[in-house]
């Protein structure tokens, strides 16, 4: 699952932290038990129509899911992912019901025969790796509907499921690589 190529660039969002956690903790795959304040912002000037026409969206922390995706999530039960309540501000308003999708589930889904990777530091050659090319593991067994990647966590690998339900509900912001 990655961005999607139409998704504009001006709609990056920013994310602020109004309670004293670290972000970093979006990116762990864990389930986020503390009680935790956020809102997004987009930096630039943008059509406030246009953008709320999206259902997930990217920022510089974690995933954001509009309100109709939370539901339609919830109703298909997906799992692998934690939903925490966050607010969207846009020029000055903030709109509810907006939620950061926490992947909370991994699971190996590399082919690492066939992905290219070296080592992402030198001293360490069987430590953590950097991708060049992924190539997913076509009998990979997921954990859950929705995962990180075991082998990169911030590559996120959804369940052919997720992707029908999210194609059949045209969701705008995501698209799926083959």
């Keep these: ?12 969002l920013k994310m602020k932290m109004l309670s004293d956690q670290d972000s970093g903790i979006f990116k762990e795959g864990v389930i ?7 809102c997004f912002e987009v930096a630039k000037k943008v059509s406030s129509s246009r953008l709320l026409a999206y259902d997930f969206f990217f920022s510089d922390g974690p995933n954001l899911i509009s309100p ?11 799992s692998g992912v934690q939903f925490i309540d966050a ?3 846009l020029e000055g ?13 991994r699971s190996p889904v590399f082919n690492l025969k066939e992905s290219v990777s070296e ?9 953590p790796r ?10 990979a067994d997921l954990s859950s509907d929705i995962v990180r990647a075991e082998e990169e966590s911030a590559t996120i690998v959804v369940a052919a499921r997720v992707k029908s339900v999210f194609e059949s509900n045209s969701i705008r912001g995501v698209q799926f690589a083959m």
Excluded at 130 to 139: A, E, P, Y
């Design 93 to 105: 308003e903030s709109h509810a019901g907006y939620k950061i999708l926490n992947v909370i589930d």
């Design 1 to 12: 699952m990655t961005i999607s190529e139409e998704y504009p660039e001006s709609y990056w």
């Design 119 to 127: 080592p992402l530091l030198s001293y360490m050659p069987d430590g």
């Design 68 to 78: 109709r995706l939370h539901e339609l999530m919830s109703r298909e039960n997906i």
């Design 130 to 139: 950097w991708f060049s090319k992924i190539v997913l593991d076509d009998n």
């Design 32 to 38: 986020v038990d503390k009680e935790i304040k956020v």
């Design 87 to 89: 607010d969207l501000v």
